[in-house]
């Protein structure tokens, strides 16, 4: 069985600040990883995502994550947050046997703030 | 054109009462979700169909029940509604059911559920 744990449940920072949200991950086998942001009011939507390949992923709004396998981990990234930027972040892990089943985190609420 | 919708947004309602939540998506999908997510914002699948077939059941009270009456559909019906059955349930939709990880889960805008 996979989980994930997100251990901040709220991040305030200033705009063009930096800011990171961090995810760890527990998996007896190997995983595929996701961040999700849901905007206030609104479904959520994929921000980035691991498969294979280069653990350093983007999405087009310049966050990024990067998977450790050593610490289990994919934490998001990004250089210089906006007010926009303000909405709930899940991290999620699928098992390679069963991607279908997403398990998720708990969220982080990012607050930006001018 | 929203890609997968839910109706209603907002359901308020008595114990005991029965009440369904609808949900379409109209991006040609045949695999769809339903997740709840609690008061914690703990966000869990419930159920998934591929082309009207039930592939995932999750350990949730019979109580809830899913119908698909076509692979754009994928309705919830509640039964005997409890307490503990407030929360926000949010419909998704992925491509196909090949278990790809490239199949992105779209989701619907999530319907709260208020049992009083």
């Known amino acids: 069985a996979q989980s994930v744990t997100q251990l901040d449940s709220q991040v305030p920072v200033f705009e063009e600040a930096p800011v990171e949200l961090r995810c760890n991950y527990s998996?007896?086998?190997?995983?595929?990883l996701f961040w999700y942001v849901q905007y206030p009011n609104q479904g959520l939507q994929l921000l980035l995502k691991y498969l294979s390949g280069s653990t350093l992923v983007e999405s087009i709004n310049g966050f990024e994550a990067e998977f450790n396998k050593s610490q289990t981990s994919f934490h998001l990234r990004k250089p210089s947050v906006h007010i926009s930027d303000t909405a709930e972040y899940f991290c999620a892990v699928s098992s390679l046997y069963n991607t279908d089943k997403l398990i998720f985190g708990t969220g982080t609420r990012l607050q930006v703030f001018p | 054109d929203t890609a997968v919708s839910q109706t209603p947004k907002y359901l308020v309602t008595q114990m005991g009462n029965d009440k369904s939540i609808k949900c379409e998506q109209n991006?040609?999908?045949?695999?769809m979700y339903w997740y709840k997510q609690d008061s914690k914002k703990f966000l869990k699948i419930m159920f998934s169909?591929?082309?009207?077939?039930?592939?995932i059941n999750e350990t949730v009270p019979n109580r809830f029940s899913p119908k698909s009456p076509d692979k754009a559909h994928l309705n919830l019906h509640i039964n005997s509604l409890e307490l503990g059955d407030s929360a926000v349930y949010f419909c998704?939709?992925?491509?196909?059911?090949?278990?790809?990880?490239?199949?992105?889960?779209?989701f619907g805008p999530g319907t709260r559920l208020t049992v009083l």
């Open positions: 169909y591929n082309n009207k077939e039930l592939i």
């Open positions: 991006l040609g999908h045949d695999t």
């Open positions: 998704a939709s992925s491509q196909d059911g090949t278990g790809s990880p490239y199949n992105e889960q779209f």
């Open positions: 998996s007896s086998v190997s995983v595929y």
